[in-house]
């Protein structure tokens, strides 16, 4: 990877996930976006994960921790390997149902870890209904968070590459 391109996504991916930082609405938050950007985007799929996930962790040594952070990043890691599949081709039609899918991932998978590792809802399976259920108004701040970062991350680059050829990924041909 030319380095141009490098400090061009990482730089992306550190400026979105500081916002993180800032007073936001609750779940209006660039994580999946980073997470899929980044798999979209890095050729070395080491650095994919990478990038990413030290921007996050490095937002988390400010935010704090909490019981539910492995289901956080495991949910981080699958969508990063979603955005492996958009490599190729970033149409927009591709790379909304990449936002939507993560998204509902994201929902299912850290939910289920506030069920499991929280004591709000019993450990059954009517707790497990209960759980994703009180969760269903914040996943409307989810989608908003997701597709506007999302829109701003892979729009910026579409921009950029347009704008800077230097910046584009080599082609293998």
Known sequence: MNRARFTTLSGMILAVAATRLLPHPPNVSPVAA??????AYFED???GFLIPLSAM???D????FHSTLPF???SFALITLMGFSLQKQKSFPRIATGVLL???LFFVVTNFGVWLMENLYPKNFPGLLACYTAAVPFFRNTLIGDFGYSAVLFGAMELVERTYPNVKAYSRT
């Open 34 to 39: 980073m997470a899929l950007f980044g798999g």
């Open 45 to 47: 799929k080491r650095l």
């Open 57 to 59: 962790f490095l937002s």
């Open 61 to 64: 040594l400010i935010l704090g």
């Open 72 to 74: 956080v990043y495991g």
């Open 102 to 104: 993560s998204s509902i």
